[in-house]
């Protein structure tokens, strides 16, 4: 859990993350960057504004719910960040990334890391693995 919450997660978040993406940037800069974000959520107050979204659906999320998306990014634990990188990901952030190729691989990513955490993986489950 701590490697894909507090590791993998978190470095994601970091790609997005305007003040901490430029070490991800590259010589191309920030017009050819993979993980570049449109509307609301490109802006350098981007994740400020994700928060917003986060704060706005938290009355949907059922009580039984272990995270906490009320906590500010930097408050995060590791089970928040996985929450971030299996739930938000897909349902909010994955719409506003510019480039398709890299929409693809978060998607790959999101799965991957969504079958190792699971218990056990059925023969379907593997056949769902694209090597």
Not at 54 to 70: H, L, M, N, Q, V
Not at 71 to 77: I, S
Request: aromatic share 12%; with cysteine; hydrophobic share 40%.
């Amino acid at each position: 859990m701590h490697l894909i919450g507090g590791g993998i997660a978190h470095l994601v978040f970091k790609f997005f993350d305007y003040s901490t993406r430029s070490a991800f940037l590259g010589t191309k800069g920030p017009n050819e960057y993979s993980f570049r974000l449109n509307g609301l959520l490109g802006q350098s107050n981007g994740m400020k504004n994700l928060h917003e979204l986060i704060k706005r659906c938290a009355s949907k999320i059922p009580k039984f719910f272990e995270g906490s998306f009320g906590a500010k990014f930097v408050f995060y634990r590791a089970v928040d960040w996985q929450n971030f990188l299996l739930l938000l990901i897909p349902n909010i952030l994955l719409r506003h990334v510019v480039q398709r190729e890299a929409r693809g691989s978060l998607k790959s990513l999101v799965k991957g890391c969504n079958l190792a955490l699971r218990r056990e993986l059925t023969e379907r489950d593997l056949t769902r693995i694209k090597w």
